[in-house]
């Protein structure tokens, strides 16, 4: 039974760790970047601040917020600007 529980908790984590990482562009974004600019600017702030694929990339790896410490990668970014819109 034991084992049971255990293989059991070992896939429910390893499906919840894919699931996080098949999110691209702004899907895995707006889970932070809501409406109501909290707990980070919403879709709409960004639009506003950034014109530019280049400057959303370059702000974002700039950001010292420990949350976007795995969302940095250019791939990732590129996804994103592409999702919001920019050039």
Do not use: Y
């Amino acid at each position: 039974m034991k084992f049971l529980r255990e293989s059991a908790l070992v896939l429910v984590m390893i499906f919840c760790a894919t699931s996080f990482s098949l999110a691209a562009g702004w899907d895995s974004c707006k889970g932070c970047h809501k409406d109501g600019d909290k707990p980070a600017p919403s879709k709409a702030t960004l639009l506003k601040k950034f014109k530019t694929t280049n400057d959303f990339i370059k702000a974002a790896k700039k950001s010292k917020n420990s949350m976007m410490k795995s969302f940095k990668k250019d791939d990732q970014l590129t996804a994103a600007a592409k999702d919001l819109g920019l050039k």
